[in-house]
């Protein structure tokens, strides 16, 4: 057996020629839009669409170990002494298209989010709405506006006080990953919530 990147290539004698088979060792862990999971995972917000561990946090391109943060699309970091540093923190949740609700791993990151506030002395939270560049211009600004309103909401349910919390949303004007003008970007449809020191 020979593992190529995501491939597993198996190699079967039959008679005097090779017969190869390959399969996609990723298959069994894909899930649809809104699809299930097996107990104790739920389905990937961003392409591929994975069914992940509860626990970790949907991070772009790859999702976070329990207990660590997403810094940026695909970047995880260790939850450590940067908190008590003072150096201030993003915590990132990532949107389906057309969707402005929080989903099981968006509600990890939130609650990693609130208790890394009380850490810090709870300071000023700013949360920042945004959409990729597929929608039509005249609703990017209020769809990013409505997620960062819906984020809030969950912090203020978890704890956090409305006078803690600045809410904005900014359409597509501060892409995560520059695109084209209509192009569909998962990286971009998101809210960042940071969390001042």
């Given amino acids: 057996m020979v593992v190529v990147s995501r491939l597993v290539l ?10 190869f088979f390959v399969a996609d060792t990723n298959a069994q862990n894909r899930c649809s839009a809104g699809g299930t999971c097996p107990a104790g995972t739920f389905c990937s917000t961003l392409a591929p669409r994975q ?3 509860n626990g ?3 991070c ?13 699309a695909g970047q995880c970091t260790k ?7 003072g150096v201030p923190m993003i915590f990132t949740v990532y949107f389906p298209k057309d969707e402005s609700w929080v989903g099981a791993q968006g509600m990890d990151l939130l609650r990693q989010a609130v208790q890394m506030w009380e850490v810090k002395g709870r300071p000023a939270v700013e949360v920042t709405g945004h959409v990729d560049s ?3 211009q005249e609703i990017r600004q209020p769809l ?3 997620r960062a309103q819906h984020v809030a ?14 809410v904005s949303g900014r359409g597509d004007n501060e892409k995560a990953v520059p695109t084209a003008d209509g192009v569909a970007e998962p990286r971009n449809r998101r809210v960042s919530i940071y969390i001042g020191h």
């Fill in 10 to 19: 198996l190699v079967v004698p039959a008679a005097a020629s090779l017969i």
């Fill in 51 to 53: 069914c992940i561990p």
């Fill in 56 to 58: 970790r946090v949907d």
């Fill in 60 to 72: 772009g391109t790859t999702s976070c170990e329990p207990g660590d943060r997403c810094v940026s």
């Fill in 79 to 85: 939850m450590g002494s940067e908190e008590q540093l």
């Fill in 134 to 136: 597929s929608y039509p």
């Fill in 144 to 146: 990013s506006e409505r």
């Fill in 153 to 166: 909401h969950i912090l203020r349910s978890m704890g956090i006080p409305d006078e803690f919390l600045h």
